[in-house]
């Protein structure tokens, strides 16, 4: 069984930074890619970004590429989302979650690619 644990969401005003934290239980963390994803209330879930297990390959949401960042120190068993220049449509419940495939590339950008869950972080932008 693995368990994620995602932080540092909070409210961020406009042009704000923000950097979340997500941090896997197990031995295994190194051999799977992992992506964040984020749900804005009354939308569906939406894919943000995504890392190859070795950390090599990143792929982006087309709304983030230049703004956010992700990484991982799998040492740590974390993975990172360094969030820059918010924008109030970046509200949203963000969540991590852990390829279903080890050492799947291209990453993945599908939730169903996907199957374990963290419990989501809340970020809030405000104008």
């Known amino acids: 069984q693995v368990h994620l644990v995602e932080s540092g969401g909070g409210l961020v005003q406009v042009g704000g930074s923000l950097r979340l934290s997500c941090t896997a239980s197990?031995?295994?963390?190194?051999?799977?890619?992992m992506g964040w994803f984020r749900q804005a209330p009354g939308k569906e879930r939406e894919f943000v970004a995504a890392?190859?297990?070795?950390?090599?390959?990143?792929r982006y949401a087309d709304s983030v590429k230049g703004r956010f960042t992700i990484s991982r120190d799998n040492a740590k068993n974390t993975v990172y989302l360094q969030m820059n220049s918010l924008k109030p449509e970046n509200t949203a419940v963000y969540y991590c979650?852990?390829?279903?495939?080890?050492?799947?590339?291209?990453?993945?950008?599908?939730?169903?690619?996907?199957?374990?869950w963290g419990q989501g972080t809340q970020v809030t932008v405000s104008p």
């Open positions: 890392i190859s297990w070795g950390g090599t390959f990143t």
């Open positions: 979650a852990r390829d279903r495939s080890p050492t799947r590339s291209p990453v993945a950008v599908t939730a169903t690619s996907y199957d374990y």
């Open positions: 197990g031995r295994t963390f190194s051999n799977y890619a």
